[in-house]
């Protein structure tokens, strides 16, 4: 219930445009987004490179609702792709269809993501298409497909365990050749495409992985679940597969612990690393995977009223 509700409340403009005013809030991002800026995400990136961590870039943004506002997105990733090369970080990129104007145009976003992949080609840095709601997994897909097609091989996408669907979009992945990131799904879906127990979902992510790791091409096994990793491991043990040849992925700000230990164990670790203004969606899928979170958040605002009214503001 209290995750339906923080998930519905994501996608209400009204309602985040009035909380991300509020300097509780701004400040809780500092766990996990790099800041406002794309030289925060680069001086952050720099950081975890220095740790032995790979970076993922995300510039915050989801669905545009006018041609300038995809244009302009499209040239805030060309703008992190320069950074990116500019100061020699380990670094990929990561973006959304409909920052680029998936709901406005197909040809629209194919023209994007055409003029992205481009340069990050000639770049040599690769770049991952982030999925979105079940409502855009197959729009997302034909995309990708399009410019597969095409030639773009530096371009890869992410497959979420808890659709019924992903089992046949990871073989397809496999077949063409395509680098996927695997990772639960983090979107409010209904039980008619997603596995509503938590349960069902692990156990899928599970078979998903295995499938990945033997036979696809540098899967990214996206999670913070003790007893995947330890799976995974197990996995690349009994089949012999080479560290160099998949990465874990997590989140910026969850689980640093283990993704240092994972490093020092001679894995390859990638950190999704978000960074810009739009930053309000991401936190509250944050907080909706972790209620922890939202207790320290719920304890913080009381705390900042009781000492208000101490202090005479109303």
């Not at 975890?48 to 995809?70: M, P």
């Not at 910026?252 to 230990?261: I, N, P, S």
């Amino acid at each position: 219930m209290l995750k339906g509700t923080l998930m519905y409340l994501a996608n209400r403009r009204p309602v985040y445009r009035l909380i991300m005013q509020h300097d509780l809030l701004r400040g809780l991002t500092q766990r996990y987004v790099a800041g406002e800026e794309l030289a925060d995400g680069i001086v952050v990136a720099q950081t975890l490179n220095t740790q032995g961590l790979l970076v993922s870039l995300d510039h915050l943004g989801e669905s545009v609702t006018n041609g300038a506002e995809a244009r302009r997105a499209t040239a805030a990733y060309l703008d992190a792709l320069e950074a990116i090369a500019e100061e020699q970080c380990e670094a990929s990129i990561s973006l959304k269809l409909t920052q680029l104007g998936l709901d406005l145009s197909h040809e629209m976003c194919v023209a994007h993501l055409r003029k992205i992949l481009e340069r990050a080609r000639q770049l040599d840095t690769f770049v991952r298409i982030d999925m979105e709601s079940s409502a855009y997994t197959q729009r997302t897909l034909d995309v990708h497909k399009e410019l597969w097609n095409e030639g773009f091989h530096n371009v890869g996408i992410v497959l979420q365990a808890y659709l019924y669907r992903t089992a046949a979009d990871v073989e397809r992945a496999i077949e063409m050749g395509v680098q996927v990131r695997l990772c639960k799904g983090a979107y409010l879906e209904p039980a008619r495409v997603a596995y509503p127990d938590k349960a069902d979902v692990d156990a899928n992510y599970a078979r998903l992985m295995e499938r990945l790791l033997i036979h696809g091409n540098h899967p990214a096994i996206a999670t913070h679940d003790d007893r995947l990793i330890v799976r995974s491991q197990e996995i690349v043990e009994r089949e012999k597969i080479p560290r160099e040849r998949f990465d874990f992925e997590m989140l910026f700000g969850v689980r640093r612990d283990l993704q240092l230990r994972l490093v020092r164990e001679g894995y390859r670790v990638r950190v999704y690393l978000p960074y810009g203004k739009e930053w309000y969606p991401y936190l509250v899928r944050r907080l909706a995977e972790r209620p922890a979170n939202i207790g320290f958040f719920v304890r913080s605002l009381v705390t900042e009223a009781l000492a208000g009214r101490r202090n005479g503001r109303p």
